[in-house]
């Protein structure tokens, strides 16, 4: 490459052996060596050979002898020095071609070395990739070898001539300041490598190459800047290839900058090799901080960073794509995020040969819905759970799809098991609701069957049952409704009753007077009767024996005769007439008025003398063989409440426990008077330890007219007068609690709130 | 004067059995069917201290009818008998001494606790200066 150039260069001309000028060259020798003195006849013998010696001799004798002698002596020993020197010159001539002659033969060797060398050198210039080329002192090419033409396709006569930037005109338009510095190095006449340019002329019609080029100045002997040498190289195949490698680059740059998830890559420590824009908005700095290997690792929250390392190196490890589900991340803002992350191991040369490849995506939101959408299902699913109705979601074509807890529990099986099944198979009583579910869908508007009966163990069940249509995009189905209103039933029917006896209170308090006055007539006048024919009043003596007639014979003949029976008879009729009137009175409303602070010791006390004089029990039962418990609460004392109507409840209560024993015939009869306090509530409790009730008696306990008793012995009114009383009339509760033998426990609630009242 | 026992009611039998009764058990009554006849009695000059008022007469109300006797004859005492369910003594008979307990309501099973409350009032009344 540094070769020389000039390889027809002119050879330096052979020098050619002559005789004469060896002669000549040993003359000068010789004389050189006699005496300067010799050498100066000699001089004047050449200089002037017409003057002596050779004339002389010719003419020789004719001149004078001693002359002659004189003259010969002289020339003779010239002659003997002339042959030695001659001699002596041969010699020297010997010598001397014999190192000619060596040193042609070097020359020659010389001479071959570097025709071999220069056709070495022209062969590798014409085999080589590149050209060489030539600027003279102004920097104008002045020679470009034919593989510049044959690589470029660019004639070398047009570039002769021209500067380097002239030849790039193009290039040296877009990037000045290279081309300064290009120039400054030439003007400087220093060596430089791998310049790379364009050649593109403005206006010229060729495509533009890129070359790339070095040189060094070159000097002459004398040190002066000739120009530059050197090579040229065309690098347009791998510059395009390079350019569009690198476009590439930066089109795939752009796309996962593009998208939003964290994508990045780092090594087995930690360090990223790869991130990009979101990753380094999600740390806060720039991509080119984050793939600085001066980045701090410790960066985030400690255990996160532990975390996802520890997964990086599983990865690793395992070389296999994982993906990480859930993973979080504290962004430099300190909100934490919820990612999804795809971690793919790749071989990076120079990053201990093992990375990984990570793709996340932040599933914040998502999560949050997710999250959100669970919470939401778990709360409509307590929302439909707390239903006291049976609510069964079903298919257009009946199979179940959502049970509540309730449905669960009245088919006795669990949502999980139920799904999938025919509900009329679940629910067999719901059969014949599949039309209306049909129909429901069809229509798209609920139906209802109320009051649909049921038989519950035995017991006659009622139930309204709605089925409403799904009304969901795509999703078909019904929602059938249960609600047993059982209950409600009976309530509605009592009240109802109630309604009854209110009408009849009312009737009965407009038309009181005008019974009781007649009422009183009856017992007034069987009182005055029985007094007047009995024996204990003087009066009576005094009369009848006016009249002659003997009162104890009157008596025993009323005896007789059953008029005294009969009379009692209508007392005792007007006094279950005047009972009755009086229990229908209490159906009507009474007025606050009545209402006072009650001690309920008091109370409960009186009830009990009450109880114990009662004429009816004192006939038949005899009150005292029961035995009486008091269980009163000292946190209780005044209840707010219409005494009379609350002793009338407890004497009922009492009543009804001592006949209840007393038809049983309990063994040891006994009555529990309890007292408690009770949120909001005064309780009042009459237990006893008779026969009990059955279920369904409870469930009618109340019910006007409703008795167990025998005819006769009950007006049947008690304890609904009782429930009336306390219910409507003192807005409390009273509520009982049985099983067949094991006694009975009704319990009045008043509210206490009156209490503040007072 | 021995103590006469006023008795105003209109229902004839409830009248005369509680008069019949009273009578029995040794007292001396006067009984009328309205409130107007038994004052016209009382101007004649009888004195009673106790009387058995009814609620619903025929002239008036018993209250008022009781209100009139006390203006006229302060010593007089009363006790109401009454078939009206619904009565509650006003807060003016209240005050002049009455309370719930002189309240007797029809029907009356047994008159004996009515004769022994009037025997009681009309003892108390002979006992005042």
Not at chain 1, 30 to 50: H, N, Y
Not at chain 1, 363 to 377: G, L
Not at chain 1, 517 to 545: E, F, T
């Amino acid at each position: 490459m540094f070769m020389l150039r000039r390889p027809r260069s002119p050879r330096p001309p052979p020098r050619r052996w002559s005789p004469v000028s060896a002669l000549g060259r040993g003359i000068r020798f010789k004389a050189s060596i006699v005496s300067p003195l010799l050498l100066a006849e000699m001089r004047v013998a050449r200089a002037g050979s017409d003057v002596f010696g050779w004339d002389y001799l010719v003419r020789g004798p004719a001149e004078k002898v001693n002359y002659t002698v004189l003259v010969l002596i002289p020339l003779i020993l010239l002659v003997v020095v002339a042959l030695f020197w001659c001699w002596l010159q041969r010699q020297e001539a010997l010598h001397r071609s014999r190192q000619l002659q060596r040193e042609l033969n070097e020359r020659q060797r010389v001479e071959e070395a570097l025709r071999e060398s220069e056709a070495r050198f022209r062969d590798v210039t014409e085999a080589a990739s590149d050209w060489i080329w030539e600027m003279d002192e102004h920097l104008r090419f002045t020679y470009l070898s034919e593989r510049f033409e044959a690589l470029t396709g660019i004639d070398t006569r047009s570039v002769l001539g021209l500067t380097r930037w002239e030849l790039a005109g193009v290039d040296f338009g877009a990037n000045p300041q290279k081309w300064r510095k290009h120039r400054e190095t030439l003007e400087g006449h220093l060596p430089f490598r791998d310049f790379i340019y364009q050649t593109l002329l403005i206006g010229g019609q060729s495509t533009g190459r890129y070359l790339k080029v070095s040189g060094k100045p070159v000097h002459d002997e004398r040190g002066r800047f000739r120009g530059y040498r050197g090579t040229g190289t065309d690098i347009t195949e791998q510059a395009k290839a390079e350019e569009a490698l690198y476009q590439s680059e930066l089109r795939l740059r752009r796309i996962i900058d593009l998208v939003p998830h964290m994508i990045f890559a780092r090594d087995r420590r930690g360090h990223f090799l790869l991130a990009n824009r979101a990753t380094a908005a999600a740390y806060g700095t720039t991509i080119e901080a984050l793939v600085d290997p001066s980045y701090p690792l410790s960066h985030g929250v400690p255990e996160e960073i532990e975390q996802r390392l520890a997964d990086d190196l599983a990865v690793i490890g395992d070389w296999e794509s994982r993906l990480i589900p859930e993973e979080v991340f504290t962004d430099h803002a300190g909100r934490v995020r919820t990612l999804q992350t795809m971690k793919i191991p790749f071989s990076e040369p120079g990053a201990n040969g093992a990375a990984v490849l990570s793709v996340a995506i932040d599933i914040t939101e998502q999560k949050q819905a997710k999250e959100e959408v669970a919470r939401m299902r778990l709360y409509l699913k307590n929302i439909i759970d707390s239903m006291p109705s049976v609510l069964i979601g079903v298919d257009p074509w009946g199979y179940i799809t959502v049970l509540n807890q309730p449905a669960e529990q009245t088919g006795g099986i669990s949502w999980e098991m139920a799904q999938g099944r025919f509900f009329g198979d679940v629910f067999p009583q719901l059969e014949g609701q599949f039309e209306q579910v049909q129909q429901a869908i069809r229509q798209g508007c609920p139906i209802k069957t109320p009051r649909m009966t049921f038989e519950v163990e035995g017991e006659l069940h009622y139930a309204d049952v709605m089925v409403y249509p799904l009304m969901a995009d795509h999703v078909s189905g019904a929602v059938i409704r249960i609600d047993d209103v059982t209950a409600r039933v009976r309530i509605e029917s009592m009240m109802v009753q109630t309604e009854k006896m209110l009408s009849v209170g009312g009737l009965a308090a407009g038309m009181a007077h005008e019974i009781n006055n007649p009422l009183g007539a009856i017992l007034q006048g069987s009182q005055n009767i029985l007094r007047r024919i009995g024996p204990g009043l003087a009066q009576n003596h005094a009369a009848a024996k006016a009249l002659g007639v003997d009162l104890t014979q009157l008596n025993r003949y009323l005896q007789e005769r059953g008029v005294l029976r009969l009379l009692e008879g209508i007392r005792e009729a007007g006094v279950r007439a005047a009972k009755i009137v009086a229990d229908m009175l209490s159906f009507s409303r009474r007025s606050e008025a009545l209402f006072a602070l009650v001690d309920v010791e008091d109370m409960m006390e009186t009830v009990l003398r009450l109880a114990a004089s009662d004429y009816d029990l004192k006939k038949k039962y005899d009150f005292k063989r029961i035995s009486i418990e008091r269980a009163y609460d000292p946190a209780l004392r005044a209840v707010y409440c219409d005494k009379t109507e609350i002793e009338q409840v407890l004497l009922n209560l009492l009543k009804n426990a001592a006949q209840a024993m007393a038809e049983a015939e309990t063994p040891v009869p006994r009555i529990v008077l309890r007292t408690a306090r009770e949120p909001g509530y005064a309780v009042l409790e009459v237990i006893d330890n008779g026969p009990g009730m059955e279920e369904k008696t409870l469930k009618r306990i109340f019910e006007p007219f409703f008795t167990t008793k025998d005819v006769g012995v009950g007006t049947g009114l008690g304890l609904s007068v009782s429930y009336f009383i306390v219910t409507e009339q003192h807005n409390g509760r009273l509520s009982v609690a049985s099983k067949p033998g094991q006694g009975t426990c009704f319990s009045i609630r008043l509210p206490l709130v009156r209490e503040k009242l007072s | 004067m021995t103590g006469w026992v006023l008795i105003v009611d209109d229902e004839e039998m409830i009248r005369e059995n509680l008069k019949a009764y009273l009578e029995d058990e040794g007292m001396g009554v006067a009984a009328f069917e309205s409130a107007t006849l038994a004052l016209s009695w009382l101007r004649g000059g009888a004195r009673c201290p106790v009387c058995v008022m009814d609620m619903r007469l025929p002239d008036m109300d018993g209250n008022t009818a009781i209100r009139i006797l006390h203006d006229l004859y302060p010593e007089m005492d009363f006790l109401i008998h009454t078939g009206s369910s619904s009565y509650s003594l006003p807060e003016d008979l209240r005050a002049m001494g009455l309370d719930d307990s002189r309240v007797y309501r029809k029907p009356l099973e047994d008159m004996a606790p009515l004769a022994a409350a009037v025997r009681a009032l009309a003892a108390a009344r002979e006992v005042r200066p």
